[in-house]
């Protein structure tokens, strides 16, 4: 395994203390949560409404650089703040000045060497599919439409070779900027409910459009395309051509990052 240097964390200002918060979007409308010279992103909103609250400039950390149109349930960010409000209170003072697809969650104070991305020990992501002849009016923001046969069966099963601690180089878009490529996956399932599909992925990381690729060569293997082996393919030879398409964005959601103090929440997240 790759030896990585030593993560140096910023070190908050003298007289400021540390805010960590739960924030959900959706990112149908914003070039992603980074902040873009040329387009709106989700960092940008919020950094806009910090300012109006605290009457002072404020720059957020965030825990994943989700990719435009890709929603999340549980982005967490920190920022640090010479202000004497509460922690709990930021969602309410928050979600007054935001746009109604961004709210946050939470607030709570943490230490002032705690960084959102960084102290991660697990995230959650969830991949929709609405897999109906017709596309839907109420889903189309938030599932990737698939009018074709899908063999579930054949899908589900193939999943299970995803699991455990792998190089998963094949499963990383160009672009990606990741020291290493190795990473766990300790728990991934495919629930089935009428024409929604649900794709549900937990590990202690993610590559560049990871879960996007894991989708989408499980749709391809569900409809025929690859065989059902290309998982397993993938990572013996580390091809990013033995694997199908990237999946939507539309149908991904980040849905929560977890810290040390809340792994037990993660559900199966004790086979990490």
């Not at 980074?34 to 009457?55: D, G, P, S, T, Y």
């Not at 989700?66 to 960010?77: E, N, W």
């Not at 599919?129 to 990737?144: K, L, M, V």
Request: charged share 20%; hydrophobic share 40%.
């Amino acid at each position: 395994m790759t030896t990585l240097p030593p993560i140096i964390k910023e070190a908050p200002a003298e007289g400021t203390h540390r805010i960590l918060l739960t924030v959900s979007y959706d990112g149908t409308n914003y070039a992603g949560w980074q902040l873009q010279e040329n387009a709106v992103a989700v960092q940008q909103r919020l950094e806009e409404a910090l300012e109006k609250l605290i009457h002072t400039p404020i720059r957020i950390t965030g825990a994943s650089r989700t990719d435009a149109g890709v929603h999340a349930l549980g982005q967490r960010v920190h920022f640090d703040t010479v202000s004497r409000i509460p922690a709990d209170k930021y969602p309410f003072a928050l979600n007054t000045c935001l746009p109604p697809d961004i709210r946050v969650l939470e607030g709570r104070d943490v230490p002032g060497d705690f960084h959102a991305r960084f102290d991660a020990k697990g995230k959650r992501y969830t991949y929709r599919i609405h897999n109906a002849p017709h596309a839907s009016a109420i889903y189309r923001n938030i599932t990737a439409h698939v009018p074709y046969k899908l063999d579930v069966d054949l899908m589900r099963h193939s999943l299970p070779d995803l699991l455990g601690t792998h190089d998963f180089a094949a499963f990383q878009a160009s672009g990606g900027t990741a020291k290493t490529t190795i990473r766990t996956i300790s728990d991934i399932r495919l629930d089935q409910d009428g024409d929604l599909l649900t794709l549900t992925v937990f590990g202690n990381a993610f590559l560049y459009n990871m879960v996007r690729i894991i989708a989408g060569t499980m749709l391809d293997i569900g409809m025929g395309r690859i065989a059902p082996d290309a998982f397993q393919k993938a990572l013996e030879t580390r091809d990013r051509l033995a694997l199908g398409v990237t999946a939507p964005a539309s149908g991904l959601e980040l849905t929560r990052v977890y810290y040390e103090d809340e792994l037990s929440q993660a559900g199966f997240s004790a086979r990490m």
